[in-house]
């Protein structure tokens, strides 16, 4: 299974960027959940949002909530995190993630990572 994100760049404040997850090889599980995950320069990887392939059921952490929304298309094999309202706090590499996650949060169930695509908020 590879994970290709892509749609990162440089935005302003206040601006919107959708990024996109794109599976390839293997079908995976219905079982398997696709996560997003940032790291900002100098902290740790951090949970944003994540949704299980079956249902298309979102979970998302405290940075992205009411400003991000995760969706899939299942028929391109695609996740997409469109993030509405961005701030120099949500600059950073973010990653999308898969694997048969029992909590979508952790990174610790995710089997497969994709490269990351670099998020760029100006002030």
């Known amino acids: 299974v590879q994970l290709q994100a892509s749609g990162g760049g440089l935005v302003h404040t206040g601006n919107s960027l959708r990024l996109s997850c794109t599976v390839s090889?293997?079908?995976?599980?219905?079982?398997?959940?696709v996560g997003w995950f940032r790291q900002a320069p100098g902290e740790e990887r951090e949970f944003v949002a994540a949704?299980?392939?079956?249902?298309?059921?979102?979970f998302y952490g405290e940075p992205g909530k009411g400003r991000f929304t995760i969706s899939a298309d299942n028929a391109k094999k695609t996740v997409y995190l469109q993030m509405n309202s961005l701030k120099p706090d949500d600059t950073g590499v973010y990653y999308c993630?898969?694997?048969?996650?029992?909590?979508?949060?952790?990174?610790?169930?995710?089997?497969?990572w994709g490269q990351g695509t670099l998020v760029t908020v100006s002030s």
């Open positions: 993630a898969a694997g048969l996650v029992d909590i979508v949060t952790s990174e610790a169930g995710y089997q497969y």
């Open positions: 949704t299980r392939w079956y249902n298309g059921s979102a």
């Open positions: 090889g293997r079908t995976i599980s219905s079982d398997y959940a």
